[in-house]
């Protein structure tokens, strides 16, 4: 919400007395002094007018976790662990998955309470490349990668999948970049070829690459750098 809306919301203040205090610069958002009526506020915002606080913002988190295999990526599931369970019960309180992996499927996957910012590493628009190995059944055929480049028709969701750029480094092992992340894409694209996929680990998502140091089931906070880059 913009700063203005922000404070004019609130019973101490109407719009006249807002525009004043924007201009007197005796707004803070996050410690620095807001005059733009434009500035965005979020709940992670702290905001404050002289020395009163108005809204101390609770912690954005950002985490990235090796997940195993065996775990499903949800908060919830009757049946299965899930990688919620991975983390302590007290880091798990308003986390949310930002790129689901399959139950079998390892590699990174990234936790956080900060749904702007996970709407930016998931969405198709912005493009931002996941980066998958990939091991098949059968031999991986040297016609596959243009067909991929020029998308494949997903009947069910009634599209076709972004160009998607693969690297065969053995008969039967890929690497895999592609933009979005439909149901079960990376399956289903080789699944065109009738070629099962028996390995899927994802390396990286946009610039954050799974860490090497974690082991599988571990995580880490991301760092400031990683999440700037998103
Ligand atoms: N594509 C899949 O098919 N499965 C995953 O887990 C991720 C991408």
Same mark, same amino acid.
């Given at each position: 919400? #913009?700063?203005?809306?922000?404070?004019?919301?609130?019973?101490?203040?109407?719009?006249?007395?807002?525009?004043?205090?924007?201009?007197?610069?005796?707004?803070?958002?996050?410690? &620095?002094?807001?005059?733009?009526?434009?500035? +965005?506020?979020?709940?992670?915002?702290?905001?404050?007018?002289?020395?009163?606080?108005?809204?101390?913002? #609770?912690?954005?988190?950002?985490?990235? =976790? $090796?997940?195993?295999?065996?775990?499903?990526?949800?908060?919830?599931?009757?049946?299965?662990?899930?990688?919620?369970?991975?983390?302590?019960?007290?880091?798990?309180?308003?986390?949310? &998955?930002?790129?689901? =992996?399959?139950?079998?499927?390892?590699?990174?996957? &990234?936790?956080?309470?900060?749904?702007?910012?996970?709407?930016?590493?998931?969405?198709?628009?912005?493009?931002?490349?996941?980066?998958? =190995?990939?091991?098949?059944?059968?031999?991986?055929?040297?016609?596959?990668?243009?067909? %991929?480049?020029?998308?494949?028709? %997903?009947?069910?969701? $009634?599209?076709?999948?972004?160009?998607?750029?693969?690297?065969?480094?053995?008969?039967?092992?890929?690497?895999?970049?592609?933009?979005?992340?439909?149901?079960?894409?990376?399956?289903?694209? %080789?699944?065109? %070829?009738? $070629?099962? /996929? /028996?390995?899927?680990?994802?390396?990286?998502?946009?610039? &954050?690459?799974?860490? +090497?140091?974690?082991? +599988?089931?571990?995580?880490?906070?991301?760092?400031?750098?990683?999440?700037?880059?998103?």
């Amino acid at each position: 919400m #913009r700063l203005d809306r922000f404070l004019a919301n609130l019973p101490c203040y109407n719009r006249q007395q807002v525009r004043l205090l924007l201009v007197q610069r005796r707004v803070r958002v996050d410690g &620095i002094v807001a005059a733009d009526p434009l500035t +965005p506020v979020r709940e992670f915002s702290r905001v404050e007018v002289d020395e009163q606080l108005l809204q101390a913002g #609770r912690p954005a988190r950002y985490l990235m =976790l $090796n997940k195993p295999a065996g775990y499903v990526s949800a908060t919830l599931d009757p049946q299965h662990r899930t990688v919620l369970e991975l983390l302590p019960a007290e880091m798990r309180e308003d986390l949310h &998955i930002a790129g689901r =992996l399959d139950f079998n499927t390892t590699g990174l996957l &990234i936790l956080t309470n900060d749904g702007q910012w996970s709407r930016r590493l998931t969405q198709p628009t912005t493009k931002l490349p996941k980066h998958y =190995l990939v091991e098949t059944e059968d031999d991986i055929g040297p016609h596959y990668a243009a067909t %991929f480049q020029q998308g494949l028709y %997903f009947a069910f969701e $009634n599209l076709t999948t972004l160009p998607a750029q693969l690297d065969i480094l053995g008969p039967r092992r890929a690497r895999l970049a592609i933009v979005e992340g439909r149901y079960h894409q990376v399956k289903r694209m %080789f699944g065109h %070829f009738d $070629n099962k /996929v /028996v390995g899927l680990h994802r390396e990286s998502m946009g610039a &954050i690459r799974l860490d +090497p140091g974690l082991a +599988p089931g571990a995580y880490r906070a991301l760092t400031d750098e990683e999440v700037a880059g998103v």
